[in-house]
């Protein structure tokens, strides 16, 4: 039997592996990985966002079990969210939070049957390792609004590796996002020293940035 825990999501290969092991992941997804490891991600993504003025609707990428909308929704945030993720198990979880207007089941390195109506775009978790790469970033981009306020976070073993300061430097050069800045963040509390200790000290980049 797989052993469902980061370690196996962090090595997967492709876009069929991920899909396999979030089918497998979601029932403990929340009681296992995010509390075990104390998860800090989603609410420092959601603070970010609406530290720099971030409003909806908002779409948050990658949304799997809803935790970054809950941040949302603890801090206050009360404009619709709705949730794109590609597992069905994942987003089931994610329904049972109501905390979403809609979720939507798509694969997001391909362009999004979404009309452009965010004001917010969000993202935790999604932009790591074994997961998702900047392809997505246009992707992205296409559903917000002119001036739509962008926080994604990218772990910090992926920001050079996979290319996402090259991506985002480009489309900073080619007009497409505004104002870009970083902050840096632990993605786990002390309690994930016990569970993982080859984890327990990965640092985020919350990328902050306006749609132009
Ligand atoms: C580590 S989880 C993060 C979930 C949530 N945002 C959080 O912080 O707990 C990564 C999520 O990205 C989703 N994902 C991975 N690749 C994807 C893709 N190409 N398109 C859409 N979702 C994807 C997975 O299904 C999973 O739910």
Redesign the pocket.
Known sequence: MADHSLKG?LGLTG?EA??AY?RDWAAN?DSGF?EGME?L??AHVAAAFLGSGGAGPVL?????????AERLRGMGFHAPIDG????PE?LARAAEKHVYRALVQ????RPLALPRQYRGIV????F?AG??GPE?LPNLLDVAMPSAQVALSINRRVWTKAGFDRALDGLSQAGRIADLHLIEVEVYGAAAAAVDADHAADRALIALFRVT
């Open positions: 999501a876009p991920c899909l979030y997804y995010a998860y991600l989603p948050d990428v990658g949304a799997g079990t809803g935790l970054l794109v993720d590609f597992s994942m798509a694969d997001i390195t993202s935790s978790g999604t790591t997961h998702v997505a």
